[in-house]
């Protein structure tokens, strides 16, 4: 009888010690009490109560949670995707509307850029398209110096004449760069649209070669159209394309 | 023994509503980015100048056009295209000169036709709405014995945001060597 009785004690509190640990994490509060309960064999009996209690709880516990906790879960998930959906679709829509060609444009919208742009493509143009017959090795640098890829060959051919002509005449041709106007930067390539004059003052030699019968000591104007195609290298702005528009 | 699977059984039951609250807010914290990343690039000022920039372009590029197209078999359509396109001062001159104009096209019989070679914008007020741009253009005009002759010009516009619409203000041509011509 004893035995049972012991062995049954032995058990309650075993099952009263096995069920602490699990306990702190849903009731800490009760923790305590129990804890003081502990040691004295008296408190055994109102133990009964504590030992019983925790299978009672542990099935007592799920039921109300069960019908409650899903709802909570299916809430959290719902919320999840929702979410998660809003953000993927905003992110769309800001893509999108990044993309929009008017945007990578940022000729004007960057203005430091865009002056940067306007101010190296006039020095550019000053250079490349003019010559002193005393001095040709000039343009020949500055060809070097600025231009690259299929502009080489543009300004090679646009230039020949100009070149073969201000030598016989010996004379100076000076360009200038009147009015520019960035159509487009995209990253590091831009278009500028440039209005230029151009002088050219015969020192010398033959003249009256068709179209520059002024061009004696007086200098003749005139007027060039050229659109610019730059891409940044090095820092610096090069010239990759001439568009004359056909002329 | 029990112990452990008393303790897998209470460890089963928390994580889940914990990770499924994390991913919520994870998924909340994305959302509020991707939200705000949305309104600004929808409220994007850059890009609100931007669009005024290619839309003076646009219709700078196309009233200098209108401004060089006229044939004398539809002036009166031409014309009324040349005072739809223009505002202010300029618009004022082609209306008081449109009789003399008129006469002048009927006499010549020429046909003009502008193509657009290329433009740009130099200047963009986009609040007080005037703009400044190049355009680049060829014009081909047809004279009345059918003979063809090609004009490149080099055209500066001011355009005026008239109503929401950018219209030219002024027009004429770049300046060569310090004089107008014309």
């Known amino acids: 009888m004893s035995t049972t009785r012991h062995h049954i004690n032995r058990q309650r509190r075993r099952q009263a010690r096995e069920t602490r640990p699990a306990a702190p994490a849903g009731h800490p509060e009760r923790t305590p009490v129990r804890t003081a309960g502990r040691g004295t064999t008296a408190v055994l009996s109102p133990g009964d109560t504590v030992t019983a209690d925790p299978p009672a709880a542990e099935e007592e516990k799920p039921t109300p949670s069960r019908s409650r906790r899903p709802p909570v879960l299916l809430l959290l998930c719902a919320l999840t995707v929702l979410l998660g959906g809003f953000a993927g679709w905003a992110h769309a829509e800001a893509e999108g509307l990044r993309s929009e060609p008017e945007r990578s444009n940022t000729a004007l919208t960057d203005l430091a850029r865009t002056s940067e742009i306007k101010g190296q493509v006039a020095k550019a143009v000053d250079r490349l398209f003019s010559y002193d017959h005393a001095d040709p090795g000039a343009l020949d640098e500055a060809a070097k110096d600025l231009l690259t890829g299929k502009a080489v060959d543009q300004h090679h051919d646009l230039l020949a004449d100009v070149r073969a002509r201000a030598d016989e005449q010996k004379a100076v041709i000076t360009t200038t760069v009147t009015e520019s106007a960035v159509e487009r930067i995209d990253g590091d390539r831009a278009r500028v649209l440039v209005y230029a004059d151009q002088s050219s003052v015969a020192t010398g030699g033959k003249k009256s070669k068709e179209g520059e019968e002024a061009a004696q000591d007086e200098g003749v104007y005139a007027a060039a159209m050229l659109a610019v195609d730059v891409v940044h290298r090095d820092g610096r702005w090069l010239v990759s394309a001439l568009d004359t528009f056909g002329r | ?97 449109r009789d003399e104009f008129t006469a002048q096209v009927k006499e010549a019989k020429t046909v003009s036709t502008a193509r657009v070679l290329s433009g740009a914008v130099t200047e963009l007020d986009d609040r007080a709405g005037r703009a400044r741009v190049l355009v680049a253009l060829r014009v081909t005009v047809e004279a009345a014995d059918g003979a063809k002759s090609d004009k490149d010009s080099r055209m500066l516009g001011e355009l005026t945001r008239t109503d929401g619409r950018w219209k030219l203000s002024a027009l004429g041509q770049a300046p060569v060597g310090g004089t107008s011509t014309g």
């Open chain 2, 1 to 97: 023994m029990k112990r452990a699977v008393r303790l897998l059984h209470a460890g089963r039951l928390r994580p889940l509503p914990a990770l499924a609250l994390v991913l919520t807010l994870v998924a909340g914290g994305f959302a509020a980015w991707a939200g705000q990343d949305w309104y600004r690039a929808a409220h994007d000022e850059q890009a609100e100048y931007a669009a005024q920039r290619d839309a003076a372009l646009s219709a700078g590029e196309q009233a200098v056009q209108n401004l060089n197209t006229l044939d004398h078999r539809e002036l009166k359509r031409g014309l009324d295209l040349w005072e739809s396109s223009t505002t202010g001062e300029l618009h004022e001159q082609l209306a008081s000169g």
